[in-house]
């Protein structure tokens, strides 16, 4: 099956070059260059993945990103021109799984894409470890691609899904940074750590009673994050 992706830009140079480099890889680009364009692609396509430019004229790419990901789980890339470190945080506090700064490399871009493509499988090979996860108030189906916290089913991304995975199966432990970033997102840089740490908030946002003062997921600095199995 080859791999559709779905391309924002309104820069018609940088979306025809964005086209020709995943074409290359053998998956299908299907570009657009406003939002109602956009939406409609994804629509009557259902991609595997979407790289969308904050930087769209007339239109918002936070406010695509943000639509894109009420209507789906699938990864999604951001690119910025800006150094503003803000708006990657917003980009990613938006439901951005990942964010690259332009100019970046063709090979950058490939691999980025890859990796997401390839972790984002509907269901995991369960033979390898446990079909179901307990930690705490937590349940996970790994089989189902499911959880849920006291009997809530817990409404998570993909990437979303695979981080709470990855620490549940290794609760009460505290997980390395650099583990974490080579299993969830396949890479460990600067803009996968700053995703990593947003995701930490928007996990805690969905698991926590109070996320200011988290009880379930810990972050130690310079260290790693752990999820606590008991809690007090």
Not at 2 to 17: E, F, G, Y
Not at 69 to 84: E, F, G, K, M
Not at 129 to 147: D, E, K, T, W, Y
Not at 201 to 214: A, G
């Amino acid at each position: 099956m080859r791999h559709k992706i779905l391309l924002v830009d309104d820069d018609a140079d940088i979306l025809n070059l964005l086209a020709s480099v995943v074409g290359r890889t053998g998956m299908v680009a299907l570009p657009a260059r406003e939002t109602p364009a956009a939406l409609a692609l994804f629509e009557a396509e259902r991609p595997d993945l979407a790289i969308v430019d904050l930087m769209l004229g007339a239109w918002s790419g936070f406010d695509l990103v943000s639509d894109l990901r009420a209507r789906s789980d699938v990864p999604i890339i951001v690119l910025t021109a800006r150094n503003s470190d803000d708006d990657k945080v917003r980009g990613l506090e938006s439901g951005a799984d990942d964010y690259l700064i332009k100019p970046f490399s063709h090979r950058e871009l490939i691999a980025r894409i890859r990796a997401h493509v390839r972790r984002n499988r509907p269901s995991y090979d369960v033979r390898a470890g446990r079909a179901i996860l307990r930690a705490g108030p937590l349940l996970m189906n790994v089989a189902q691609h499911s959880a849920e916290k006291e009997g809530r089913l817990l409404d998570l991304t993909a990437t979303e899904f695979r981080l709470l995975h990855y620490l549940m199966d290794r609760a009460s432990t505290v997980v390395p940074t650099a583990a974490i970033l080579r299993e969830v997102w396949g890479h460990d840089d600067a803009p996968a750590r700053e995703a990593l740490r947003v995701m930490v908030y928007r996990l805690r946002r969905k698991l926590e009673e109070d996320p200011t003062s988290p009880r379930l997921l810990h972050t130690v600095p310079g260290v790693g994050v752990i999820l606590r199995s008991e809690v007090a």
